[in-house]
């Protein structure tokens, strides 16, 4: 059994950053409670105070993070390196959060996500050649509609995680969002590269980041 992971709140510097992106301006702020679509269970077991982000001016997503995460079945049960992943001892299948797309939405593929609130839950790629290129880490967050959800405690393995993220994308695939540790503690919302806004926060004493706008050329 790992053991139990704790999530402090996110601090906000000044997490105004804004810039054009292909004719669009993403800002970030504090977002208010979480939405009332979510399992009451899940709704206690996350910060209070997310994250929302505008484009324009307009709502785009808001997110919510777990203020602490449960301890359990590691994604790295045998204390072996596993290549690429950047947290290994996450469980497979945890429920790191919950997103609200207040217009339509778009995953890391660019698959268009339909308005509404959805739980983020951890999973590894698998390295089986389908997705070489997608990204240079194997983390990733996991949508599933938040009414298919409700059971925060629940740890999926990957094919019953990827059955219930279909339900989101409407797709054959997933639909997914990349999330790594990151190299630095700068808590901050920002663009990072011509296509990805990336927003950094901290998971215990360990600082992550998660790519909420941009597509993957591959």
Known sequence: MGRALAVTRCTWPLLLASATLCGQQYKADKAGPPPPEVASGISQALDPKGFQITNGGDAYCELWLRVNLPSGARSNKQNVTLPNVTLPNIPQ?????V???DGQGSDRRGQRIQPGVYTLRYGIMPMNGNHEGAAPQRDFLLLTPAAEDR???ATPNLDALVAMSRKASRTPHPAVLSFWKADADSPGFSQQSDTDWVLQCKVGDIPIAIIVVGTSAS
């Open 93 to 97: 299948g945890a429920l790191l959060g």
């Open 99 to 101: 997103i609200r797309f």
């Open 151 to 153: 059971d925060l405690n």
